[in-house]
């Protein structure tokens, strides 16, 4: 009876729960009962707007306009005249090569014409001219940020270079364009230290890249 006493209450209380468990879903079900809305939300994906005027926008424009002769601004129908109603656009990116020519520095020296008459000794007074990049040759700031930059930037060898020159009826070998690029590299981005500088490196002169 002890035994029937502990055990038997219990046994009765797990088999309620346990039915209680399993008849969860009838217990709980409402067929009735409405069940919550569902929101459907869909939109569109629209193709952006303004990218290729954004593009576009700090580019110069070349306008070219197409118009009608007078003697053609004639109606087909009536003969009488046309007159102008709306335009037509279309935009296109127009590349233009490099160009290559010649920069020729011109300085002029003056002289007193009455010195020159009544005295012994006459001035003379020279325009001022800035130095040249690399003197006694052809190389200028723009040529030299021009094979740098392909050289530096996009890794092109000197020999391609050479032959894009060739290309545009300049004959410069690979030794010169070698020869342009350490004084550019050692004079232009990294000039020498003098006795008024502070660093190893001095700011480096702008070079003008010129297409």
């Known amino acids: 009876m002890s035994q029937k006493r502990r055990f038997g209450a219990s046994s009765e209380k797990t088999d309620c729960e346990q039915l209680r468990l399993f008849n969860e879903v009838e217990a709980e079900a409402q067929p009735l009962l409405a069940e919550p809305t569902i929101e459907k939300i869909t939109y569109q994906r629209h193709k952006q707007k303004g990218r290729r005027e954004a593009i576009l926008s700090d580019l110069p424009v ?11 601004q004639v109606c087909p129908s009536c003969g009488g005249p046309l007159h102008e109603m709306s335009t037509e656009v279309r935009r296109e990116l127009k590349v233009i090569p490099a160009q290559v020519k010649v920069a020729e520095h011109v300085r002029l020296v003056y002289s007193c014409r009455r010195c020159e008459q009544e005295e012994i000794n006459t001035p003379v007074v020279t325009a001022p001219m800035p130095a ?10 723009s040529a030299l940020a021009y094979i740098m930059t392909p050289k ?15 290309r545009l009826g300049i004959g410069l070998s690979r030794q010169t364009l070698a ?24 700011p480096p002169i702008p070079i003008e890249l010129v297409h």
């Not at 070219?64 to 003697?71: D, F, I, N, Q, T």
């Not at 530096?152 to 050479?162: A, N, S, T």
């Open 132 to 141: 040249p990049v690399l003197k006694g040759s052809l190389a200028s700031p």
């Open 62 to 72: 070349e306008t070219v306009e197409y118009r009608l002769p007078e003697e053609e």
């Open 152 to 166: 530096y930037v996009e890794g092109m060898p000197l020999y391609r270079q050479e032959q894009q020159f060739a």
């Open 179 to 202: 020869n342009w690029m350490l004084y550019g590299a050692k004079n232009c981005i990294f000039r020498p230290k003098s006795s008024t500088d502070s660093g190893t490196i001095r």
